[in-house]
């Protein structure tokens, strides 16, 4: 176990060990989960621009006015 120190501009360093578990270096962006009180770390993947704007256009499949009411009571 390694510990880290915040600075002024609560940012620390992430310890060797835990770089090479993540495969994570300068530069990489990471995600923080916060579930009760227990903090989860993990590499960010980079986001699928092409991919996430394919679903993009599907999303409003269901967005009709129609379409609330029928599904408003499920």
């Known amino acids: ?3 880290s120190k915040l600075t002024g501009k609560y940012q620390a360093t992430v310890p060797a060990d835990a770089r090479a578990a993540l495969g994570v270096g300068a530069g990489d962006r990471l995600l923080w989960q916060v579930t009760e ?3 989860t770390v993990r590499k960010a ?3 699928d621009l092409a991919l996430a704007a394919a679903v993009s256009l599907t999303l409003d ?3 009709s006015e129609a379409d609330d009411r029928a599904f408003a009571s499920l």
């Open 37 to 39: 009180g227990v903090v």
């Open 1 to 3: 176990m390694e510990m």
């Open 45 to 47: 993947e980079p986001l």
């Open 61 to 63: 499949e269901w967005g």
